[in-house]
C-alpha cells in the first residue's frame, strides 16, 4: 500500500506515574484497525495508612473505528477489552489479583512524514476482579478513567 498500515508506540503521558505502556496498532481496512497494548505498572505511593507498592503487568486489545481519516490516522473511537494482574503492598496489608473488563476509548492520531506516530486518546473501563482500582483491594467492580499519549513509528 502507498500508506503506513501499522504503527509501534509508547504511552509518554503515563510514564511520569510508573506505568509503562507500549502498542502495537494494524490497519484492517481504511476505517478499522486492531491495537494491542502491553503494560507494566512499577508504582510507589504515599497514603495516610503508609506506603503502597503497586506491580503488575497488563494486556488490552481495542478495537478502532476510524470516523476520520484512514486507519491508522485519524479521528476514532472504539470499545476496548483489559485483562491485568496487579500486586499490592502496603505497609500493614498486600493482595494480589487479576481483573478484567470493558471499556470504550475515543482519540485522535496522525502520521507525519510517513514515519512519526503521534496519538492522544481517554476513555473509561469497568474492571471486575480482586485488585482494579489504583490497587485499592475490591471483590467487586469499578470504573476507572485513562489517558493516553502515544508517540512512535509508523510503517
Do not use: C
Not at 44 to 55: F, L, Q, S, V
Amino acid at each position: 500500500p502507498a500508506r503506513a498500515m501499522n504503527s509501534i508506540s509508547a504511552n509518554v503521558a503515563m510514564m511520569p506515574f510508573g506505568v509503562f505502556a507500549g502498542s502495537f496498532e494494524r490497519a484492517l481496512t481504511d476505517r478499522f484497525s486492531l491495537n494491542v497494548d502491553a503494560v507494566g505498572a512499577w508504582i510507589n505511593k504515599e497514603t495516610p495508612r503508609g506506603r503502597t507498592r503497586i506491580t503488575g503487568l497488563g494486556l488490552g486489545v481495542n478495537f478502532r473505528w476510524f470516523i476520520l481519516g484512514k486507519a491508522p490516522a485519524g479521528l476514532f473511537a472504539g470499545p476496548l477489552l483489559r485483562l491485568e494482574n496487579l500486586t499490592v503492598r502496603e505497609t500493614i496489608s498486600g493482595g494480589r489479583g487479576t481483573s478484567g473488563g470493558l471499556g470504550a476509548e475515543v482519540g485522535y492520531s496522525h502520521i507525519f512524514w510517513d514515519r512519526l506516530y503521534l496519538a492522544a486518546s481517554g476513555g473509561a473501563e469497568g474492571l471486575v476482579g480482586p485488585v482494579s482500582l489504583n490497587g485499592v483491594q475490591l471483590f467487586g467492580w469499578g470504573w476507572r478513567p485513562f489517558i493516553k499519549a502515544n508517540v512512535g513509528v509508523a510503517f
